[in-house]
């Protein structure tokens, strides 16, 4: 196998060496010639999936700011990934405002009636209600 985000993935869900699973994201990060959104976009959830969610916020935000792919639904699907990323770090008004983004996004591309929107609209409302509430 040559993708070490899948190797990583791999080693961390199958074989439950999250020791491995780190190198391989690391290696992957290190041999990044070229930063792209899909690039940044897996490595922040690699590094969600090992715990390291501080890790993960520069490399989740550049994602969306090098995101040229045309699509509101993949960007808003990017914004909902770092609001609730930020949400669990509690930086809440961050999240709350790329939650609204998020959910403003994947809104314009599909259908109104769309069940997964229903979903990105629910988790924006519970994200949003957060920093409404927050100490």
Known sequence: MSDPLIEARIAFERDHDASRARELVDRAIAAMTERTAEQCGRI???????????????????????????????????????????????????????????????????????RELAFVRADAARIIASYSTEP
């Open 44 to 114: 922040a959830a690699r590094l969600v999936m090992l715990g390291d969610r501080e890790r993960a916020l520069p490399f989740a935000r550049e994602a969306i700011e090098l995101d040229a792919s045309g699509s509101t639904i993949v960007l808003g699907t990017r914004h909902m990934f770092y609001a609730k990323l930020l949400h669990e770090l509690h930086r809440w008004r961050e999240a709350a405002h790329h939650a609204s983004e998020g959910a403003r996004l994947y809104a314009l591309g599909c259908a109104a009636d769309d």
